[in-house]
């Protein structure tokens, strides 16, 4: 899994990582050396010692990186400004064995944003998966949930994992089609 474009690291402090594709926990300790195969999102997919581990960015430190900033609103927000900034949220989540977000992967069916009694937003995301049994599914959830949690005015997101209809490669955008050599 090593590529040329790999970047070496070792790791400077425990930090708890998730094994690809299985979806384990595993502590990793300080030391440990690797590479970084894939940044992207403010995650990253680390190779060490023969497997491919998730760590996430609250961790970035670990790796010797700086975690990324929270989102802001401009200060004349308006609902279509939160939408965007939902969105630009959801398209930080990557499936850590494909180098594309979950959005452009055509993994989003819906996203509903309605206005609660206290003013905050109540975000609702369908979303589904390439392939039903992936161990990954419950972190890439997370994910999406724990990112659009961080928009200012949202007060709860709700993420479900569906499987109707079925992700087939027509739901990836045309960009990502293009990237992955599936274009049809």
Known sequence: MYHHNSEPVTLQRDCMATLIPDGYEIELPQGSIGYITQSLGGSFTVYVDGSLFRV?????????????APPELPDDFGDEDVEQVIWNQIKTCYDPEIPINVADLGLIYSCKIEKMEDGKRQVGIEMTLTAPGCGMGEILVE????????????????????????????????EAQLQTGMMY
Not at 59 to 64: F, K, P, R, S, V
Request: no cysteine; proline share 9%.
């Open 56 to 68: 996430a960015g609250v961790d970035a430190d670990a790796l010797g990186k700086e975690p990324l």
């Open 143 to 174: 994910d999406v949930r724990s990112k659009v949690a961080l928009v200012p005015t949202v007060g709860r997101v709700h993420v479900e994992l569906v499987f109707d209809p079925p992700w087939d490669r027509s739901m990836m955008s045309e």
